[in-house]
């Protein structure tokens, strides 16, 4: 039987590239009012240069042109909720005509990155400096190895303020930096972490008996709430900041896969904050 050639002798279509991206993180993963999947391009066109960001914002398709990328993929998606026009009179609308204008497709990978193995939070992990085996926080119900956020355990005992600085130099800078609760001399050993808005897995964080839960977007009055109920302490980071590890991640396993692609993570703040005082 004749065989077409390897990946590293033909040209890589944007449909190699997504069949690839699927297989780490399948769409049928994600949460039933998410968008993820192609947004913008040609399931035949020639991927040689991948660009990966968090937003798909005007910055990144700015950094994408210059670089001469032919695929951008994303963390968040660019319409979440649905349209019913793409128009160039909103920013979103301006994006998509700027894509196609200069043949740059647009994919996401969103909570169905979030709960892949590896995923959004085994990058943020690693990030902070969690080196051994890490578990799921919320577990999916036919997976125990996927799911939300991540458990991992420190073979010392840095103090709460020890693990916070190094959680800061872990992560990129922002102006939102991080924020901490609870007694900066408490010993860690037991940490859960998750990319991204964690309001939602503080009751899982507790019931894991962990030292500490590092995440993004926390409120006041559950945070606060959290804390008199005797928490574990809190670590609350920048959105883009707890997301943006997975882009490493993720642009290692596209290049690992076997399509012949270069690869780009994007070093573009997208942070919504731009200066604290």
């Known amino acids: 039987m004749c065989e077409g050639p390897p990946d590293s002798l033909r040209s890589v279509t944007l449909a190699d590239v997504i069949e690839k991206l699927e297989a780490a993180y399948p769409t049928e993963r994600a949460e039933s009012w998410d968008a993820v999947g192609l947004v913008a391009g040609d399931p035949d066109q020639r991927v ?3 660009l990966f960001a968090v ?4 910055v990144v398709a700015e ?3 210059e670089w001469g990328a032919d695929l951008i993929v994303t963390h968040h998606p660019l319409y979440l909720r649905g349209t019913t026009s793409v128009a160039a009179t909103t920013p979103k609308g301006r994006l998509i005509h700027t ?8 994919y996401t990978a969103h909570t169905n990155a979030d709960v892949a193995n590896p995923g959004v939070s085994d990058a943020l992990a690693r990030a902070v400096g969690l080196t051994g085996d890490l578990v799921p926080l919320r577990p999916l119900p036919d997976d125990p190895w996927r799911g939300l956020g991540r458990i991992g355990e420190f073979d010392r005992s840095p ?7 190094q959680a800061a130099a872990g992560l990129p800078a922002t102006a939102w930096g991080i924020r ?20 939602s897995l503080l009751s899982a964080a507790r019931a894991a008996g962990v030292d500490v839960f590092l995440t993004a977007d926390l409120r ?35 290049a690992a ?9 994007s070093a573009t703040v997208t942070d919504a904050w731009t200066r604290g005082y």
């Open 48 to 50: 040689r240069k991948v």
């Open 55 to 58: 937003d798909p914002v005007a």
């Open 63 to 65: 950094e994408a042109i």
């Open 99 to 106: 894509l196609i204008r200069h043949g740059i497709a647009l």
């Open 159 to 165: 103090t709460l303020g020890e693990f916070a600085e």
């Open 180 to 199: 901490v609760a609870g007694e900066l001399s408490r010993p860690v050993r037991r940490v859960a972490v998750s990319g991204g808005s964690g309001d």
């Open 220 to 254: 006041h009055h559950p945070a606060s709430e959290f804390m008199e109920a005797g928490g574990p302490a809190l670590i609350d980071a920048a959105h883009w900041a707890t997301e943006w590890p997975w882009l490493d991640s993720a642009a290692s396993i596209l």
């Open 257 to 265: 896969s076997g399509v012949t692609v270069e690869t780009r993570v």
